[in-house]
């Protein structure tokens, strides 16, 4: 693969995920608000936090010469994804479902 294009789709890889995660993100954060769900400040936080590794990744792909190694950012995504999935999304879930918002 040449270089030029390999950032060129890294670049465009990074921004589909942040859309994708914000839009996501956002749905989550306005069932919280509109149910009154307790562990809303320690979820967003979780968002914030991982919105953040993804920025800080995403610059310094931009910024260093040649890639970060894939591995290591796929991991830290699917790690935090699947752990942000089993978790804290899921107790939102439990929450939303009690309360008759889904
Ligand atoms: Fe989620
Ligand atoms: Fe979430």
């Not at 996501?24 to 590794?53: I, L, W």
């Not at 931009?62 to 894939?70: C, E, M, Q």
Request: proline share 2%; hydrophobic share 30%; glycine share 10%.
């Amino acid at each position: 693969m040449e270089e030029g294009h390999g950032r060129e789709r890294l670049e465009a890889s990074f921004g589909a995920l942040i859309d994708d995660t914000q839009g996501h993100f956002d749905r989550e954060e306005q069932a919280m608000t509109a149910s009154g769900y307790p562990e809303q400040r320690q979820h967003v936080e979780q968002h914030q936090a991982f919105k953040a590794k993804v920025a800080e990744v995403r610059e310094r792909q931009r910024t260093v010469r040649g890639n970060i190694p894939t591995v290591e950012k796929l991991e830290f995504f699917h790690d935090w994804l699947i752990g942000h999935i089993q978790g804290t999304d899921s107790k939102l879930g439990e929450f939303l479902r009690a309360a008759g918002h889904t």
